[in-house]
């Protein structure tokens, strides 16, 4: 069974910074695209960060300069470090795999738009 699993999530002062992490377990093979969106109670769903299989990112304008996302392929992780966090930033946050390849016992099968189950941030004095 294949799981995303985001940690790393919790309660800072404005100016803080948080390191979000998210896991993918199961007989992976390969995971392409990987990204953080999150969602303020109210809004919809947005993109934070997205990064490609080989290391190219892009960044909502909101982020840019104060948060960096990062990969692991050989641990299947993708990271969100944040900094200068404003209360702005507060909301769930998920993580998204574009396509995941997984051995299932006796054939390769495919999860396209797999979605984590989201950790809290909050930003707040």
């Known amino acids: 069974q294949v799981q995303l699993v985001e940690s790393g999530g919790g309660l800072v002062q404005p100016g803080g910074s948080l390191r979000l992490s998210c896991a993918a377990s199961g007989s992976i093979f390969s995971i392409s695209a990987m990204g953080w969106y999150r969602q303020a109670p109210g809004k919809q769903r947005e993109l934070v960060a997205v990064?490609?299989?080989?290391?190219?990112?892009n960044y909502a304008d909101s982020v840019k300069g104060r948060f960096t996302i990062s990969r692991d392929n050989a641990k299947n992780t993708v990271y969100l470090q944040m900094n200068s966090l404003k209360p702005e930033d507060t909301a769930v946050y998920y993580c998204?795999?574009?396509?995941?390849?997984?051995?299932?016992?006796?054939?390769?099968?495919?999860?396209?738009?797999?979605w984590g189950q989201g950790t809290q941030v909050t930003v707040s004095s």
């Open positions: 990064i490609t299989r080989s290391g190219r990112t």
């Open positions: 998204n795999a574009d396509t995941i390849i997984y051995y299932s016992g006796s054939a390769y099968s495919n999860l396209n738009d797999f």
